[in-house]
């Protein structure tokens, strides 16, 4: 393994993540639905979860209702200085992932200029900073699967990436924080903001049982947990992060579109 770029130290030995998913009460709403709009709509709707009649989609809410809920935990493999970019992908192999997340606040008005960002593992189950921590030996940059947008006009944050894969102890997942108010940096990173959110984003496991059969998936030879074994995923579907996949072509390698509305309490 290559050495780590000088970021926060963090346990090298720490193959898996807490099993308490919660670090702390924020007021944090999450809510599915494309526009603002629309959840400002369904904030007093009660409709029962339907599935969307799109091939390979996962179950969405048929109507967006904003929810309080709790954060999820940072996990081990958080790095400081991540790069602001909207392709994070750095030629890694595996299925495209193009995210489109929209942040609103309690109002659920929608954030410009809100920084979100992500960082997962490759195909393999590995982080970069921490490649080996699930027994494959690979080149480390430190920045792979990493970085983070700025909302659009329209508080959507659009980030390309590959789909997840998994390591020992937990189902496929990416973290997610939401700051505001950061600087950018020369160096392509930012600085200073407030960070507003720490969570977690799901994967259904309709789709996530197509993508571990396909290269280079199916190599990773670590047993898969799965969402409803995991110890961090409550059941509680976009309300705790689920995603909604939608197929971007005809077969599964050609990929995925993960939508999302994050809410946050600016107060």
């Not at 629309?38 to 904003?66: G, I, R, S, Y």
């Not at 993508?211 to 409550?234: E, G, K």
Request: proline share 4%; with cysteine.
């Amino acid at each position: 393994m290559n050495s780590s770029p000088p970021y926060r130290a963090v346990s090298m030995t720490d193959t898996s993540e807490p099993a308490e998913p919660v670090i702390g009460r924020r007021a944090v709403l999450i809510a599915t639905g494309a526009t603002a709009a629309t959840l400002a709509v369904a904030a007093t709707a009660h409709d029962a979860p339907t599935t969307v009649n799109t091939a390979d989609t996962a179950p969405v809410a048929a109507a967006a209702v904003c929810t309080l809920t709790k954060e999820m935990t940072e996990g081990p493999y958080y790095l400081d200085g991540a790069l602001v970019r909207s392709d994070i992908t750095e030629s890694k192999p595996g299925i495209p992932l193009k995210l489109a997340l929209t942040v609103v606040n309690s109002a659920c008005t929608v954030i410009p200029k809100a920084l979100v960002e992500i960082w997962h593992a490759d195909a393999l189950g590995e982080y970069s900073g921490y490649v080996g921590s699930n027994g494959h030996n690979e080149s480390d940059d430190g920045t792979f699967l990493r970085g983070g947008v700025l909302t659009n006009s329209s508080g959507v944050a659009n980030i390309t990436t590959i789909y997840p894969g998994w390591y020992r102890g937990r189902c496929i997942h990416i973290h997610v924080k939401v700051h505001t108010g950061v600087t950018l940096t020369s160096d392509g990173s930012f600085t200073g903001g407030t960070e507003l959110h720490t969570g977690q984003l799901f994967f259904a496991e309709t789709v996530t049982t197509k993508v571990a059969a396909i290269s280079p998936y199916s190599t990773n030879t670590v047993t898969r947990t799965t969402l409803s074994q995991d110890s961090i995923y409550d059941g509680g579907g976009a309300a705790s992060g689920l995603l909604t996949l939608t197929a971007l072509g005809s077969s599964t390698s050609s990929g995925y579109t993960g939508t999302l509305t994050l809410g946050v309490d600016e107060s």
